[in-house]
C-alpha cells in the first residue's frame, strides 16, 4: 500500500509526525535498483541529491529497543517477532533524512519522511551486505567515542592518533577495519558522514569538539566528499552546471514542423495527408502542429501481426502462369501477316505480325487473354511462331497492373509492371487488343519539369478517355521482380524481338532446393557441395521439439536461437546423380553445442564463436541444412575483439557431455578434417606468416579516389555513421550532410571534416535550396519554414548544393513513428515525425541522384497497414528510378551479438533506389566483387554502374 493512505493531509505537513516500525525492508532509486543509504544527507533541510524510496512491512512502535539488523541468535523474543514479516506492506514516499540511535549495544537506524519516522529493524536478504558498512561504520564511531573518553583529555589524540589506534584493533573487534593505516583512514573519510552525526548528538562537549572531529573536517573537505562542511561549497557549487541536460528546457510542449515537398510528392501523398491531417489536406501553407496534449497507446502487437502479413505479401511469389490453360474459342479468320521471320532453337517458324479477327497483332504489342478462373490476363507478345502440325502460338510476358504489385492501391491506374512470368497460348485465345505504352523517357534533375509537363498531359487525355467511355490506355516502364524484391528498369533493346528467344526465360533458374547425391561422400543441396566431415548449419527448429524454449515472435528477441553447428559423418547411399526428397533423406552429423545451450551463464562469459565437441550424433533432415561453417582449434583464429562475428568460423577446446553435463579438455586426438591443409602450411612456415596487404579487406577500399566515389548529401546525419561505412567501402565521398540537432551536427564535423554541415531543420534547407534555384512554385512549405529559410546566413545558402553536384543521397528518416515499440505512435508528435519520409523522398525528387539510400526500422514496411510503405516506393518509380529493398537481419543466423552483456537483435530496412540508366549487365551482383574460387574478382565502380 502506499504511504500516504494511512495519514490525512494535515499531518503529511505537521512537524508532530508519528514514529513507526518498519521490518523486512529494503531501499532503491527510481529505477527499482538498490541503493545505499549514506547517499541521504544526515541532516534536516538539506538538499538531496538521488531521491530514495523504501518498502517493507510496517507496524506501530512498541516502544522497545532494538538493534537495526540484529541477528535472530542473539535477539529476544520480542525481537525475534521483528524477523517475521509482520505488519502491513508498504511503499514508503521519498526518505528525506535519516539518524543512528546508540546506546550500550544496541545501534539503530531510523529515517524519516513526508508522513513518519521509520526506525529500521531487519533488513530483506538482498539489501543485508548494502546495510552491512552503515552498521559497521557505526559500531566504529561508538569504538572511538569509547576510545576518546578513555583519555584524560579527549583532545589529547589527534585525527592521526585515533587513525593508529584503529589499525591497531584486533580482527575480532566488531570495529576492526584494517591493519593498514592508510585504508583505515581512507575508510573515516569515505564514512565520515555517520561519525560526525553520531559525535554531534554525543552529550560530552569535550567529544564533541575533540581535535579528532576537527582532523576529520579537515580532511573531508580535502577530499571535497560532502557539500555538508565545506566551507568553499558556494564557489564550487554555484558555478556551471556540468550537466549538459540542466540548461534544457521541458520537452513536454514540442512544437513540430509539417514537411516541405515538391509538388509531385505532395499529389501522391494527398491521400496520406487527408487521412492524418483531414484538417491541413489542401496543397499548400499548412498550419503549424500545436503543443503536443497526452499521447494515446497503441498495442504494439497490431503492428508486429500486420508485419507479418505485409512480409508475406513481399515475399510471396505469384503462382506461375507458364501452367494456366486457357480457353481456346474457335476465330473465324485467324492469318500471319507478312513473310517468315527466322525459325526458333526446335525448328518453329516466326512471324511479326498477326491478323485475330480483324485485330492486327505485332510483336511487342500487347493482349488481353482469359484463363480458367474467368480472369482477365494481359500478356506481352515477345515472339510468334507457327508448330509443325499447325497451330498458331504466341510467346508472351504477363502484365501487372499496379494494384496486383506489392503497391496495392498507392499504384497509378494506368500503369502496369512486365514481370517475368512467360505464357504460350494459342492466337485464337486473344480476346482483345490492349493500348499499352513501354515509356522510354530522358532521366535526370535536367528532364524533371519536362517529365512532370509531359505527366500532366497524358493524365488530361486519360481524363477526357475516361469520359467518353474509351478503353485506357496504359504506360509500363518498370520490370516487377518479386523474388527479388525489386522493381528494374526495362531493358529494351531485349523486348519483343520475334526472334525466338525470350530474356526471361533466360533468367530462369533450376529449382535451388533440388537435392542431388553423387556418391557417399558427397551430396549438393541449393547449389552448395557439401562433403564428409565439412561443418555445416542445421536449422534451430529441428531441435524445438527436444528443447523447452520459447516460440519466437516478430520484431522480438524472445526465444530465438541460432543456427545449430554439426559436423557431417555420412550421406546416404543415391544412384548417381539421382534427385530425392531433402525433407526425407538424412544424413549423419555430429553435433557441437554453443555456450547457451549449456546455461545463460555459461553463454553471457564466453566467446560468441565457441562451441563444444560431443559425441552426440543425430539424423538429420536435409531440408534442414541452411549453410557451411567451419570449426578450427582457437589457435588457428584470427584474432577479434569484436563483440559480433562476421565470418562462419568458429573454435573448440572442449568437449561436452550433455549426460552429465560436464565440460572437459579436449583429446589431443581429435582433428578438423578442415584445419589440415592449413596446420600443414603453418608448420612448414614453422608458425610464421606475412600478412600481406592484399589479404586484409577491411580497408582496401579507403584508397579509391574521390573522382571514382559518388558525391553524397547524408540527410537526417547523426554524427555520421552511415556516412563512415560506405566511405570505407569505397561508394561515397560526404559533402554534405543536414543534422537537426546540433551536438550531433558538430560530431559529423568532427568526423567528417571535409564535409559542409547544416545544423538546421531539414525542412528548412530544402525550402533554402528551391528558393536559390528558382523553383519556389513548385515548393510546397509551411510558413514558418519559408521564414526561417529566407533567415539563413549568406555562407550558408552559397554552400547549399544545387541539382546536379548531387548523385548519391542516403539517411534514415526518424524511426520513433515506424518502430513498434513506440506506443504513442499515434500522437501528432510521432505522426509529424512519419511525415519527414515526405521531406526525404522530396530531396530526392528534386535532385534526382543516381542513387537514393533509404535506412529504417523494419516496422516501416508495416506502419499504417503498408500505406507508407507504398506510397514510398510509388514516389520513386514515379520519378523513373529502379527499386531494391532488402530487410536485413543482424545476429540470427550465425550467432548471437553480446556487447556489455546485453542480447541484440536487430532488423533493418535498406531500400536502395538506382537511376534508369543504371548498368543492367550488374544486375544481381549490385557492384560487389564476384568471388571465385575464393578469389575476389574486380568489378565495376558504382559511378561506371550507374
Not at 806 to 812: K, L, M
Not at 839 to 845: I, Q, T
Not at 887 to 893: D, E, K, S, T, V
Request: glycine share 6%; net charge negative; aromatic share 10%.
Amino acid at each position: 500500500m502506499d504511504e500516504y493512505i494511512f495519514d490525512s493531509d494535515d499531518s503529511i505537513f505537521s512537524d508532530d509526525v508519528p514514529v513507526r516500525i518498519l521490518n523486512n525492508w529494503t531501499l532503491y532509486n527510481a529505477d527499482s535498483r538498490l541503493i545505499s543509504l549514506e547517499l541521504i544527507p544526515m541532516k534536516s533541510g538539506a538538499e538531496n541529491d538521488v531521491v530514495v524510496f523504501g518498502s517493507g512491512f510496517m507496524r506501530d512502535d512498541d516502544g522497545s529497543c532494538c538493534s537495526t539488523a540484529e541477528s535472530v541468535k542473539s535477539s529476544s523474543s520480542s525481537s525475534k517477532a521483528d524477523q517475521l514479516d509482520a505488519g502491513i506492506p508498504i511503499y514508503l514516499s521519498p526518505i528525506k533524512e535519516w539518524i543512528i540511535e546508540f546506546g550500550g549495544s544496541m545501534i539503530c537506524i531510523t529515517i524519516r519522511t513526508d508522513v513518519a519516522w521509520y526506525k529500521l529493524r531487519q533488513p530483506t536478504k538482498q539489501y543485508a551486505p548494502w546495510c552491512e558498512p552503515v552498521l559497521k561504520t557505526a559500531r566504529l564511531a561508538v569504538s572511538i567515542i569509547t576510545l576518546l573518553k578513555e583519555q584524560s583529555r579527549a583532545s589529547k589524540l589527534s585525527f592521526a592518533d585515533v587513525i593508529r589506534k584503529v589499525a591497531e584493533f584486533d580482527k575480532g573487534n566488531p570495529a576492526f577495519i584494517s591493519s593498514n593505516i592508510t585504508l583505515v583512514e581512507r575508510y573515516i573519510v569515505v564514512h565520515g558522514q555517520i561519525i560526525l552525526q553520531q559525535f554531534a548528538d554525543f552529550p560530552d562537549e569535550t567529544i564533541r569538539r575533540s581535535a579528532f572531529v576537527s582532523g576529520l573536517l579537515l580532511k573531508m573537505e580535502q577530499r571535497r566528499h560532502t557539500k555538508l562542511v565545506m566551507k568553499k561549497k558556494t564557489q564550487v557549487m554555484r558555478g556551471e552546471n556540468l550537466n549538459p541536460s540542466a540548461a534544457m528546457g521541458p520537452a513536454s510542449r514540442k512544437k513540430a514542423m509539417r514537411a516541405t515537398t515538391t509538388r509531385l510528392i505532395n499529389r501522391i501523398w494527398s491521400d496520406y495527408y487527408a487521412h492524418h491531417f483531414p484538417e491541413d489536406s489542401k496543397e499548400g501553407d499548412g498550419n503549424e502542429i500545436k503543443e503536443i496534449d497526452d499521447e494515446q497507446e497503441e498495442n504494439e502487437d497490431e503492428d508486429a501481426e500486420d508485419e507479418g502479413q505485409i512480409e508475406e505479401n513481399i515475399s510471396k511469389t505469384p503462382p506461375s502462369t507458364r501452367s494456366r490453360k486457357l480457353l481456346s474459342q474457335t476465330c473465324k479468320e485467324i492469318r500471319w501477316e507478312g513473310e517468315t521471320s527466322g525459325k526458333t532453337l526446335s525448328g518453329e517458324t516466326l512471324y511479326k505480325c498477326a491478323y485475330v479477327r480483324e485485330l492486327r497483332i505485332p510483336v511487342g504489342g500487347t493482349v488481353a487473354l482469359e484463363d480458367d478462373s474467368g480472369d482477365t490476363v494481359m500478356c506481352f507478345v515477345e515472339y510468334m511462331f507457327q508448330k509443325v502440325d499447325g497451330s498458331k502460338m504466341v510467346h508472351g510476358r504477363i502484365l501487372q497492373k499496379g494494384s496486383q504489385t506489392i503497391l496495392d492501391n498507392a499504384a497509378n491506374e494506368r500503369e502496369v509492371f512486365l514481370t517475368n512470368d512467360c505464357l504460350e497460348f494459342k492466337l485464337d485465345d486473344i480476346k482483345e487488343l490492349v493500348m499499352v505504352d513501354i515509356q522510354s523517357r530522358p532521366w535526370g534533375h535536367k528532364y524533371r519539369k519536362e517529365n512532370s509537363e509531359a505527366d500532366k498531359v497524358e493524365q488530361v487525355k486519360a481524363e477526357e478517355r475516361k469520359k467518353k467511355g474509351q478503353p485506357m490506355v496504359y504506360f509500363c516502364k518498370s520490370l516487377y521482380w518479386p523474388e527479388k524484391g525489386a522493381f528494374f528498369a526495362l531493358s529494351r533493346d531485349k523486348m519483343g524481338l520475334g526472334s525466338g528467344l525470350c530474356s526471361s526465360c533466360d533468367n530462369i533458374e533450376p529449382d535451388s532446393d533440388e537435392l542431388k547425391i553423387f556418391s557417399k561422400t558427397s551430396f549438393v543441396y541449393r547449389k552448395v557441395t557439401y562433403n564428409v566431415n565439412e561443418f555445416l548449419y542445421i536449422s534451430p527448429d529441428f531441435f524445438a521439439e527436444d528443447e523447452d524454449r520459447a516460440t519466437f515472435k516478430a520484431g522480438r528477441n524472445v526465444g530465438l536461437k541460432p543456427y545449430a553447428v554439426c559436423q557431417i559423418l555420412s550421406i546416404p547411399e543415391g544412384a548417381g546423380s539421382k534427385k530425392l526428397n531433402p525433407a526425407s533423406a538424412n544424413i549423419s552429423a555430429r553435433r557441437f553445442y554453443r555456450p547457451d545451450d549449456i546455461s545463460s551463464a555459461k553463454a553471457y562469459a564466453s566467446d560468441i564463436r565457441e562451441v563444444y565437441y560431443s559425441e552426440d550424433v543425430i539424423d538429420v533432415p536435409v531440408d534442414m541444412i541452411e549453410g557451411k561453417c567451419e570449426v578450427r582449434k582457437k589457435n588457428d583464429l584470427a584474432s577479434s575483439d569484436l563483440p559480433v562475428m562476421f565470418e562462419h568460423v568458429f573454435f573448440c577446446e572442449l568437449i561436452y557431455d550433455r549426460a552429465s553435463g560436464a565440460l572437459k579438455q579436449l583429446p589431443p586426438n581429435v582433428r578438423f578434417m578442415s584445419m589440415v591443409q592449413r596446420t600443414s602450411a603453418l608448420k612448414k612456415n614453422k608458425g610464421k606468416q606475412i600478412c600481406e596487404p592484399d589479404q586484409i579487406d577491411s580497408g582496401k577500399w579507403l584508397d579509391v579516389p574521390k573522382e571514382n566515389r559518388l558525391a553524397t548529401l547524408d540527410i537526417f546525419a547523426g554524427c555520421g555513421g552511415l556516412s563512415e561505412g560506405l566511405q570505407q567501402a569505397g561508394v561515397s565521398f560526404t559533402k554534405w550532410a543536414i543534422e537537426y540537432e546540433e551536438p550531433a551536427g558538430e560530431a559529423f564535423n568532427k568526423n567528417h571534416p571535409e564535409a559542409v554541415v547544416f545544423v538546421d531543420n531539414c525542412n528548412v534547407i530544402l525550402k533554402a535550396i528551391m528558393d536559390k534555384c528558382g523553383d519556389t512554385d513548385d515548393c510546397v512549405s509551411t510558413s514558418e519554414a519559408a521564414e526561417q529559410a529566407a533567415k539563413l546566413p549568406e555562407v550558408n545558402i552559397n554552400n547549399l548544393p544545387v541539382p546536379g553536384e548531387v548523385e548519391f543521397i542516403n539517411g534514415g528518416p526518424p524511426c520513433q513513428g515506424f518502430s513498434g515499440m513506440n506506443r504513442f505512435n499515434q500522437s501528432p508528435w510521432s505522426k509529424v515525425q512519419c511525415e519527414m519520409i515526405l521531406a526525404f523522398l522530396s530531396f530526392a525528387e528534386y535532385f534526382r541522384p543516381r542513387f537514393f539510400l533509404l535506412e529504417n526500422v523494419r516496422n516501416f514496411v508495416s506502419f499504417n497497414k503498408g500505406q507508407t510503405f507504398r506510397l514510398a516506393v510509388a514516389s520513386l518509380l514515379e520519378m523513373g528510378y529502379q527499386v531494391f529493398l532488402l530487410i536485413h537481419y543482424l545476429l540470427r543466423p550465425i550467432a548471437y551479438t553480446f556487447y556489455g552483456g546485453l542480447n541484440l537483435y536487430t532488423q533493418k530496412l535498406f531500400a536502395i533506389w538506382l537511376g534508369p540508366v543504371w548498368n543492367s549487365r550488374s544486375r544481381g551482383f549490385w557492384c560487389c566483387p564476384v568471388q571465385e574460387k575464393g578469389v575476389y574478382l574486380g568489378c565495376c565502380t558504382w559511378r561506371d554502374a550507374s
